[in-house]
């Protein structure tokens, strides 16, 4: 067992130098491809600069480090505020099939979304947003009001008991942790305005690791603890099935802790109440997925429902190396010449056993592929996954200067973030590196959780970069607890004299070659599409049943819109049953203008009105040109519409039409712009050099 629990530790470094390597210079990620150069020039600008941070904590008291922590936490409360209010963008796949499911059972509408049917382990977020809406009837207040307010507690909770943790600990790890929460981007976008399974996941993993902490302190496992952990993981397993991976790392641990019972005496066996009470949560959350199918009407046995094996069978795809793909979700779906979507599923996964087999040199590329995109991205795909959609954003609100950059924005934010995991890897290499023997630890479970994700998917599951995120806390309670291998060691890190000359000739060759590469190499990625202002999200939207009016003969209906920024495009998405007008009009001197007008034809689904149209408030208005009324589709069902401009029928109801307002011409993600701000950064990170040299020699 001495050398199971050697040779783990050793696994594990191997696993996180990988981790760190793929992260520091990989290029590609669901933003486009960043410069890699650009990547390590700005950890190793980040490192002096948190290092600085991390000493300056350490020499303070503890009631200087308590007003920071308080005085971090409103920030990032207010930054949080800012995100959820100031930018607003549509999202797409599940979490829209979610709001829009449970629009429809609060009207008494229990047919389900073929999306949902086929995907059971949704119903209980279909049921969490039924929750919302009858919170928003009784309170009279919007449904984004309380999915918003949910998101934000959810965040600040997960922030709000790692640092208490870490205060028992060692109060300035505490406070410096607290900066990195402000830091983070992945803080400010999923979380908050998706939402989805994973702030449940990240809260449940890094309670249950907390409480291992605990447990191993005390000793004791007590009846209390045992129910509370019980009707903790039913949450996290409704939320995520895959948290299950945290038992397994607690099992090898309890394994561990059995196998040196003089060491760690009942270790083991407190384990196994939480390993116990865990399972108890398992079967509790089974439960309440029945009864919450059967209240809904939901049958999760239906011939929709995708079998287990469907993941699997995607995992094995080697032309999408293991990522979903449409052309799998219909082979599932379908399931032609099979009788159930199980069996299809079966035959595939043997079919593509087989063509591995015939092929094995694809095997360790579709592993290391796999492994790639789960540590490829340092933003965990947050900022794009279900908000993306066909390489654009939906914006219905945002600022002008954030839509006009938003590609080179989102570069940015990569290149940054990327930088800033690979400092936290590197703070979690080094202490395996050098520690010669790992002790039982809550370090230890962060760690092993980590990578039992990682590799659950890289060996068995579909994956992509967001899977990854669900073990965030964990990362940053395992590279926190490293931080002082890195930060508080003065003999660490300091290069010698020849050494230093090298680097001081080295980093400026580095930044004018990075720079370089944006300038010819970057800029022939496909470009960032730019949608200013749309409109398309709604339960009786794409195929469900329309809403509609019967506008009068010489009647018209307007939806007012503003501009943040320019634009030259409109795709009008509502139709009618006869030809009707279209006309854009613009506000100004409190008088409505006109600057553009096109006809709506007799069913035609899109109509496309192309103007210039600058900054400024706008509206459209549908006028019918008929003798006789006609029939007009609209968005009527705006319970879920994140919209700041809506239409207000006659019977005191809200509508919406369907449109998206674009720019003709995508713009470069590397601009003029964002290279200069490297330059600058650049231009930083040589000064901070010289300074570190300096202050070594």
């Known amino acids: 067992m001495e050398f199971l629990n050697k040779s783990m530790y050793r696994i594990l470094l191997w696993l996180f130098i990988a981790a760190l390597a793929i992260m520091a210079v990989q290029p590609f990620t669901d933003a486009g491809f960043v410069e890699p150069i650009s990547v390590v020039l700005c950890a190793g600008l980040l490192f002096f600069i948190l290092r600085f941070a991390y000493r300056k904590f350490h020499n303070m008291n503890k009631k200087g480090l308590k007003i920071f922590i308080f005085s971090f ?16 963008t549509m999202v797409f796949g599940d979490p829209w099939h979610i709001q829009a499911q449970a629009t429809r059972i609060m009207q008494g509408d229990m047919v389900w979304d073929v999306w949902i049917r086929q995907y059971p382990n949704l119903v209980p977020l279909v049921a969490l947003n039924v929750g919302f809406m009858k919170l928003e009837e009784v309170l009279h207040i919007s449904y984004y009001f309380v999915f918003y307010t949910f998101n934000v507690l959810i965040n600040t909770s997960i922030w709000a008991l790692l640092i208490r943790f870490l205060w028992k600990k060692r109060a300035e790890l505490a406070a410096f ?28 993993l890094l309670i249950i690791a907390l409480r291992f902490d605990k447990i191993q302190s005390t ?28 038992l397994i790392a607690l099992a090898i641990l309890g394994l561990v802790a ?10 083991w066996l407190s384990i196994l109440k939480l390993i116990l009470a865990s ?41 999408s190396m293991g990522e979903w793909t449409p052309v799998d979700r219909d082979y599932t779906l379908n399931h032609f010449g099979f009788e159930t979507a199980k069996e299809a599923n ?24 796999k492994f790639g995109q789960l540590w490829s991205c340092g933003t965990f795909a947050t900022a794009t996954d279900y908000q993306l959609f066909s ?21 940015f934010i990569s290149t940054y973030a990327k930088a800033l995991m690979t400092v936290f890897l590197f703070a979690i290499v080094y202490r395996l590196w050098k520690t010669k023997k790992e002790e039982i630890s809550v370090f230890s479970l962060a760690i092993l959780t980590t990578m039992g994700i990682t590799l659950f998917h890289t060996l068995l599951w579909e994956v992509k970069p967001r899977y990854q995120f669900m073990t965030f806390a964990l990362i940053i309670l395992a590279a926190a607890l490293s931080f002082d291998k890195i930060f508080s060691e003065k003999t660490v890190f300091k290069p010698e004299k020849g050494r230093s000359k090298f680097l001081k000739k080295t980093y400026p060759v580095m930044a004018l070659l990075s720079l370089g590469l944006m300038l010819t190499v970057m800029q022939k990625q496909p470009k960032q599409e730019i949608v200013v202002n749309a409109q398309q999200h709604s339960v009786n939207h794409f195929g469900y049943s329309k809403g509609s009016i019967d506008l009068g003969a010489g009647e018209s209906i307007s939806q007012p819109f503003d501009l943040t920024t320019s634009a030259n495009r409109i795709d009008f998405n509502s139709y009618a049953n006869m030809e009707m007008k279209l006309l854009l009009e613009k506000k100004e001197a409190e008088q409505w203008k006109k600057v553009g007008e096109t006809p709506i034809l007799a069913e035609d689904a899109m109509t496309v009105l192309k103007t210039e149209m600058p900054v400024g408030h706008y509206r459209l208005r549908v006028e019918n040109i008929q003798k006789v009324p006609v029939t007009m589709a609209l968005m009527t069902n705006t319970e879920n519409l994140d919209y700041p401009h809506l239409i207000e029928l006659p019977n005191s109801e809200y509508a919406s039409f369907g449109f998206s307002i674009s720019q003709n011409e995508p713009k470069t993600k590397f601009s003029l712009g964002l290279i200069l701000t ?9 000064f901070v050099i010289l300074t570190v040299v300096k202050n070594n020699d």
């Open 73 to 88: 936490f409103a920030v990032f409360l207010l930054l949080q505020i800012l995100s959820v209010t100031q930018i607003h």
């Open 177 to 204: 942790v607290a900066l990195l929460m402000l830091m983070l981007p992945m803080n400010y976008d999923f979380l908050l305005r998706v939402g989805y399974s994973d702030g449940f996941a990240i809260l449940v």
């Open 219 to 246: 000793g004791s496992f007590s009846i209390w603890q045992f129910v509370s952990t019980a009707l903790l993981f039913t949450l996290g397993f409704l939320a995520r099935p895959n948290v299950i991976i945290i």
């Open 258 to 267: 059995f196998s040196q019972r003089k060491k760690y005496k009942k270790l």
């Open 279 to 319: 399972f108890v949560g398992i079967i509790l959350a089974m439960g309440v997925t029945r009864g919450l199918a059967s209240a809904m009407q939901y049958d999760l046995k239906g011939p929709d429902v995708f079998p287990t094996v469907n993941w699997i069978y995607e995992g094995l795809n080697t032309e």
């Open 346 to 369: 079966i035959a595939g996964i043997k079919e593509r056993l087989a063509h591995l087999g015939k092929n094995p040199w694809m095997i360790p590329i579709l592993l290391l592929a």
């Open 391 to 411: 390489g654009y954003y939906n914006w219905t609100k945002a600022p002008g200067w954030v839509i006009d950059n938003i590609g080179a924005i989102n570069i």
């Open 678 to 686: 490297f330059a600058v950064i650049y231009i930083l990170g040589y």
